[in-house]
């Protein structure tokens, strides 16, 4: 049993090169909605944080950090994917393909494995994995 102090998780930040453009993403193709949002003129920069319900215990949001004037970034290779539970994974990627989004690995199972997952691709390159829950 460890010491440490109880946390929770509260966010992933993510850097976008346009935030009207990623809001629409993540709402669109996952039914998630903008829960708030603070713009920055003396920094220069907007959040916005998206996800399904108020922050409460075991719901984790996006926070996405649009910085004044730059509209492109280098992913890196640290990097993984950002994951969300769906009823359907098949259902869902055809459901995003439909609304004009990119799926990038189709569903099904996880390799030696199978849970059913599938990958789909934000406008900034960012990895989403849909794992069927």
Known sequence: MSDAPQG?????MIRVGDLERSIAFY????GMKELRRNDVPEGKYTLAF?????NAAGE?????????GVDKYEL???????A?????????????R???????????????GTTIIAFVEDPDGY????IQR
């Open 84 to 96: 969300l539970g769906v009823p359907d994974v098949a259902a869902a990627c055809e459901r995003i």
């Open 8 to 12: 929770k998780f509260l966010h992933t």
């Open 98 to 112: 439909a609304q004009g989004g990119k799926v990038v690995r189709e569903a099904g199972p996880v390799k030696h």
């Open 50 to 54: 998206l996800g399904y319900g108020g």
């Open 76 to 82: 890196g290779s640290a990097f993984g994917h950002l």
């Open 27 to 30: 709402t669109k193709m996952f």
């Open 127 to 130: 990895k989403i994995e849909l």
């Open 60 to 68: 984790g949001e996006i926070e996405l950090t649009y910085n004044y």
